[in-house]
């Protein structure tokens, strides 16, 4: 998170001021506010659910600024994720036509809103190009990803749509690659995406814009 606010900060004008905090660590929320208390806050998480609805609203106890959307139901994000699969079959050779895009994502087994946010996304990135298929597959839901891995064919790309490489990108990925003998090519996390700091800079601009506060 400290290297995503640096990369942020690179791409925005002079005099903002960017910090990293997770939830996971003590005490570096708590630490963000103390410096900025009206912060926009950007949750670089990828779907809705209990972390966005409850956990963050939690610790923030009312206070910061405005609290955006998520990274991942951003429109842009999508149209970023279309480029992105554009390079990677023209490398391969691929024609876009032929070539099957699997979108690796988290799921729920307790909230639909994890998998709806990611057949969005989907759905955004059908209607930039047109692939042979787009198919969501789930670690904790199904479809899931071993399953929808092994039916992919050769021409295929693997999205994982996650925020890090970490956790499930580490451990279940792998594992469901290996056990499905996917043969495609797996990308890097989206949130990993070079071009994310320069995405979320000119949504933090256009918001002051909005807001008149330039």
């Known amino acids: 998170m400290a290297e995503l606010a640096q990369a942020v900060a690179a791409c925005l004008p002079d005099g903002w001021q960017v910090r990293g905090a997770t939830l996971a660590a003590d005490g570096a929320l708590d630490q963000a506010l103390n410096a900025g208390p009206e ?3 950007v949750p670089v998480f990828m779907t809705e659910g209990w972390f966005t609805q409850t956990a963050l609203p939690r610790r923030l106890a009312g206070r910061g600024g405005a609290v955006l959307s ?49 057949r969005i996304f989907a759905d955004r990135l059908a209607r930039t190009a047109t692939f042979a298929a787009i198919r969501c597959c789930f670690v904790e839901q199904g479809p899931y990803l071993a399953d929808t891995l092994a039916q992919a064919g050769s021409k295929a790309v693997c999205l994982p749509f996650f925020a890090a490489r970490r956790g499930h990108v580490l451990e279940d990925l792998p594992q469901a690659v290996a056990q499905s003998g996917f043969a495609g090519v797996v990308l890097d996390p989206i949130g990993l995406h070079g071009d994310v700091p320069a995405l979320i800079a000119r949504k933090l601009t256009a918001r002051t814009e909005t807001a008149g506060n330039v």
Do not use: K, M
Not at 102 to 117: M, Q, T
């Open 39 to 41: 912060a926009q806050i």
């Open 70 to 118: 998520p990274l991942g139901v951003w429109p842009s994000l999508a149209e970023l994720a279309a480029d992105w699969l554009r390079q990677t079959t023209d490398a391969q050779q691929w024609q876009l036509t032929d070539t099957t895009v699997i979108i690796a994502a988290h799921g729920s087994g307790r909230s639909p809103y994890a998998a709806l946010d990611t």
